[in-house]
């Protein structure tokens, strides 16, 4: 069983940066950061391959949002930088079983509780 728990949430103005982080217990591979906000519906953010490192991103952060990870640590990183008040949101971390590129919840097996992101205008 994995558990993953975020941190590094907060109230940030337009433009401004966040980063935030996931610790994680137990072995885990393919990981990935989504967001809901509210009355949406919980969307990808960004993915990192267990097995080749690479990452992807929604077309709405790729340019301003870098996912890394610190296998050694068992911990994943979203820096956001050019923050938008559309990036509000609850932003969750995800754990994956499997190695390859995962983009969807159903690739998703472990699950954060998830922490706050609220951008000002």
């Known amino acids: 069983q994995v558990q993953l728990v975020e941190s590094g949430g907060g109230l940030v103005q337009a433009g401004g940066s966040l980063t935030l982080s996931c610790a994680a217990s137990?072995?885990?591979?393919?990981m990935g950061w989504f967001r809901q906000a509210p009355g949406k519906e919980r969307e990808f953010v960004a993915t990192?391959?267990?097995?080749?490192?690479?990452?992807y991103y929604a077309d709405a952060v790729k340019g301003r949002f870098t996912i890394s990870r610190d296998n050694g640590k068992k911990s994943l990183y979203l820096q956001m930088n050019s923050l938008k008040p559309e990036d509000t949101a609850v932003y969750y971390c995800?754990?994956?079983?499997?190695?390859?590129?995962?983009?969807?919840?159903?690739?998703?097996?472990?699950w954060g509780q998830g922490t706050q992101v609220t951008v000002s205008s």
């Open positions: 995800a754990a994956s079983n499997s190695m390859a590129k995962v983009t969807t919840i159903p690739d998703y097996d472990y």
């Open positions: 137990g072995r885990t591979f393919s």
């Open positions: 990192i391959s267990g097995s080749t490192g690479r990452t």
